[in-house]
C-alpha cells in the first residue's frame, strides 16, 4: 500500500511537471504572437502615416507654406526616411527653406542643402547620391571640391557596396557635415520659413509612397 502510494505520487508530481512545462510552451508562443502582432501593427501605421504626409504635401494650401513642410518632413528624416530628406533638401535648394537660427546667408543654405542630401544618400537614396558626386564635381572656390568623393558617389547608385566607402571618405573630408552634426544643429527647431516665394517646383507628387519601411 505504501509503495502504491509513493508511486501515485511519484506519477502525480510527474504530470503536474509536464504540465508546467506545457502552460510555460503556451505563454511563450501567446508573447511571440503578441510581439509579432505588434510589429506588424507598428510598421502598419508607419506605412500609412507616411502615405498620409505625402498626400498633406500634394494639398495646395501647404505648397507655400514652409513652416508646415519642416514639421512634416523633418521628424520623417530623423527617422532614416530618405525621401523626406531628399524633399528637405529639394526646398532649402529651389525655396531657400530656413529652419529658425540655422542662418539665412548663400553658405548656410549650401551646408544645410548638401547636409540633408548626405542624410538621403546614407539612408541609400539614389538621387541624393547623385547630388553629392554632382556637388563635388562641380568647382568649389576655383577648383573641384573633391574629386575622389565625385567618383565614389557617382558609382554608389549602381553598387550599393560602395556606401561605405563613401562614408569613410565623407568623414575624413568633412567638407559637408555629417547626419548626426547636423541633427545636433537643428536639435529642437520646429520653425521654419522660405525666402523665396516662388521658385523651381518641387514635384512632390514623384515621391513614392510605397515601401515606407526601409
Known amino acids: 500500500m505504501q509503495i502504491s502510494m509513493l508511486n501515485f505520487i511519484h506519477h502525480t508530481n510527474r504530470e503536474v511537471s509536464q504540465l508546467l512545462i506545457y502552460l510555460r ?10 510581439l509579432v502582432a505588434c510589429t506588424s501593427q507598428q510598421k502598419s501605421d508607419k506605412n500609412t502615416g507616411w502615405a498620409e504626409t505625402i498626400e498633406i504635401l500634394k494639398t495646395t494650401d501647404i505648397e507655400h507654406d514652409c513652416a508646415k513642410i519642416w514639421g512634416l518632413l523633418w521628424p520623417w528624416a530623423l527617422s532614416g526616411k530618405s525621401e523626406a530628406s531628399l524633399t528637405l533638401a529639394q526646398f532649402v535648394q529651389w525655396r531657400h527653406l530656413t529652419p529658425k537660427n540655422s ?11 548638401m547636409g540633408l542630401y548626405k542624410m538621403a544618400a546614407y539612408a541609400g537614396n539614389k538621387t541624393a547620391m547623385n547630388e553629392l558626386a554632382g556637388f563635388y564635381s562641380a568647382d568649389l572656390f576655383g577648383s573641384p571640391a573633391d574629386q575622389e568623393l565625385a567618383g565614389c558617389w557617382q558609382s554608389t547608385p549602381t553598387d550599393s557596396a560602395n556606401l561605405e566607402k563613401c ?19 537643428l536639435k529642437g527647431i520646429t520653425e521654419a520659413k522660405c525666402l523665396v516665394k516662388q521658385g523651381d517646383k518641387i514635384l512632390l507628387e514623384s515621391l513614392p509612397i510605397t515601401s515606407v519601411v526601409e
Do not use: F
Not at 26 to 34: A, E, K, Q, R, S
Not at 103 to 113: F, H, I, Y
Open 167 to 185: 562614408k569613410s571618405l565623407e568623414s575624413k573630408a568633412s567638407i559637408i557635415p555629417e547626419p548626426e552634426k547636423l541633427i545636433s544643429d
Open 103 to 113: 542662418g539665412e546667408d548663400s553658405l548656410a543654405r549650401l551646408r544645410l542643402a
Open 25 to 34: 510552451m503556451i505563454n511563450v508562443l501567446i508573447i511571440c504572437t503578441v
